[in-house]
């Protein structure tokens, strides 16, 4: 709340989504205070797992393809504006969209249209969900509200890993002005974004009721690391 209080430039009432490694979620916070939420069993780790079922079956023969998937993701994975034409993409259009990956052995994996497809899982339906997404939900959340439904759609806040991909925040606002979640909607996307999780985790370190909880990085070495890496 803190974090998100601070984003929205002294505006007590917005929407904040956080796109997690498993989850995102949803949060209306109106006057300081979370109102309601809603969990969406999406995040991070489908992107990945979409990506690393597409580059194994196009580049069988690396063995060590998995370790480095997120590092590909991370690197040119872009969330595209116009999905059916750059996920299908063939010919000259995935030419376009190549990009090289060059694996610690100096062999090249070679990516076009995988950039774009492996973010395609965050902004689909989502299963058993009667074909919601998370446009749709964050339109319900909206509209949940209709006295501040304004103050919500116009100062919406994204944070999470996934949100660093290029057009991430313009393909979201898309999708929500595709479900006419409001008149006008802006979205906030703080340069602190993805470590919103490690900003989280040190104000409630300082919290005398979870000081006790905490480790120094030392200690984390030690305790869960093994002795020779």
Known sequence: ????????????????VNFGHGVTRISAVIDNLTKKEVQVPVGGQD??????????????????????????????SFASLNPQLETEAVGSTAKSLQRIYTMPNETEVVLDRERASCVEPIFSPVKGSNDETIASLTKQLINSFPEKSVDLAQNIVICGGPTDC????????????????????????????????????????????????????????FKYLPAEQ
């Open 47 to 76: 992107s990945t797992a979409h990506l690393e079922r597409s580059l194994q079956t196009r580049h069988p023969e690396q063995e060590d393809l998995a370790i480095h998937t997120r590092a590909i993701k991370e690197r040119h």
């Open 1 to 16: 709340k803190q974090w998100y209080q601070r984003r929205v430039r002294g505006v007590p009432t917005g929407i904040m």
């Open 166 to 221: 290029t057009n991430f925040n313009y393909r979201l606002l898309s999708e929500l002005y595709k479900c006419k979640a409001a008149r006008i909607v802006r979205i906030f996307c703080p340069p602190e974004r993805t470590y919103t999780c490690w900003v989280g985790a040190s104000v409630i370190y300082f919290d005398d009721d979870y000081v006790d909880q905490g480790m120094s990085f030392n200690e984390y070495n």
